[in-house]
């Protein structure tokens, strides 16, 4: 699967490039850091993946993704952007992009998105000139399947009600102040890497937000806050909210 990477910050773009390294199938075509650039190699290089970012200096990766439309060029794009506020995340749902990862993200979700690419593509590429019922239901009936949210109760493999109770209880001794993972590591006895899997389950959840800049060797530092106290407290007592 040939792959176009569109990304200002070069950071980020070294770090995507070492995530693609690190995933069989797939050939990076080219990285460039803005619109112009990545109009001109879509123009005459064959891309089957569009990594692509939101905010890119004064142009805004989405009006690439409607050109591409407009086009009805067959190309899959997962937008890797700090762009979350709901117009630009429904926009992108109504455009069709493939997956929406916010910065900063982990390799284990960058690889998700990816190998549903890579299967979407090769799917296709497998179909007959007419496809059969049982070929559009092995290709549709498994994206729908993957795109089922997970009940409200569930947690993650590896991770526990109780020690998600421990971490709820330790995020809202903050009172409401931003706070850090060695912080809750210190209040809670837990190891960083551990309390680091609690945390980012609550943010995917919505229950806290994450905010991160790159230190001088490039690694990112986190620090959270909490988005709804309403569940925080109840997962700090049971671990894991209802429906």
Known sequence: MRVLVVEDDPMVMRLNVEFLNRIDGIDLVAQCEDLPAAREILARETVDLLLLDVYLREHNGLSLVRDLRRQARDIQIVLITAASEMETVREAKHLGVSDYLVKPFEFERFREALTRCLDTHQRLSRLPARAHQRDLDALFRREATTMQPARPGDLPKGLTANS?????????????????????????????????????????????????????????????????GETLALLAETGAATP
């Open 164 to 228: 998600l109770a421990q971490v709820a209880r330790a995020v809202a001794e903050q009172t409401g102040t931003p706070f850090t993972t060695e912080t809750l590591s210190e209040n809670t006895g837990m190891s960083r890497v551990s309390v680091r899997k609690y945390l980012k389950h609550l943010v995917d959840r919505g229950v806290l937000e994450e905010s991160f800049h790159y230190g001088q060797i490039g690694r990112p530092s986190f620090t959270y806050r909490c988005l709804d």
